[in-house]
């Protein structure tokens, strides 16, 4: 189950980075010709050139927006996505368990050891239900839900696809020419 948990995480995280999110931005008038007439993408630049005294600023939204929509970005998309998921199936569970909280147990002498004894002193000798040294100490027990690799997994792969198509253009030269 843990690793078709993984597995359909990864898809829907990936599949909204580089499906949908650049079919939403074509549907709000993100085109690789430039901005729609009429669109909401239109409304968004007009708002912003008002706002910012005339231009639209260079890393505002609006610019990024079409930046990503005028670029061929669907590889560095797919490997920034790729990095986004791996960070949520396999960075935090790393890190988490870096920390101390094992499927054994808190870890003798660790972060976890230490957060759990400040909790049982703040709580008098107990460590509430709910609180972060019980929930860390139950993903690194038993893993993130189903529900949770989901979350993640749409909530930093579509983050990962964005920085991995804005930052990792690649080398340049003052001759090269842009596409």
């Not at 600023?57 to 990503?68: D, K, M, T, Y």
């Not at 972060?111 to 000798?125: D, L, R, S, V």
């Not at 100490?137 to 198509?165: C, H, Y």
């Amino acid at each position: 189950m843990d690793f078709v948990g993984s597995a359909i995480g990864a898809t829907v995280g990936i599949g909204l980075s580089v499906v949908v999110v650049p079919a939403a931005l074509y549907a709000l008038g993100f085109t690789k010709a430039g901005i729609t007439v009429g669109s909401v993408a239109a409304r968004m630049m007009s708002l912003a050139a008002r706002a910012n005294g005339g231009g639209v600023a260079a890393e505002s939204l609006v610019a990024i927006a079409q930046s990503l929509a005028m670029e061929n970005t669907v590889k560095r998309a797919a490997v920034g996505a790729a990095v986004g998921v791996g960070v949520a199936l396999v960075g935090i569970p790393a890190g988490i368990w870096a920390l101390g909280f094992t499927g054994t147990g808190i870890a003798a002498g660790s972060m976890a050891a230490k957060m759990m004894a400040a909790a049982a002193i703040a709580n008098n000798g107990g460590v509430a239900a709910g609180s972060m040294v019980s929930v860390l100490q139950s993903v690194g027990a038993a893993g993130f839900s189903l529900g949770s690799k989901i979350g993640l997994t749409t909530t930093l792969g579509p983050l990962g696809a964005a920085a991995g198509a804005k930052l990792f253009k690649g080398k340049t030269t003052p001759g090269d020419k842009r596409k």
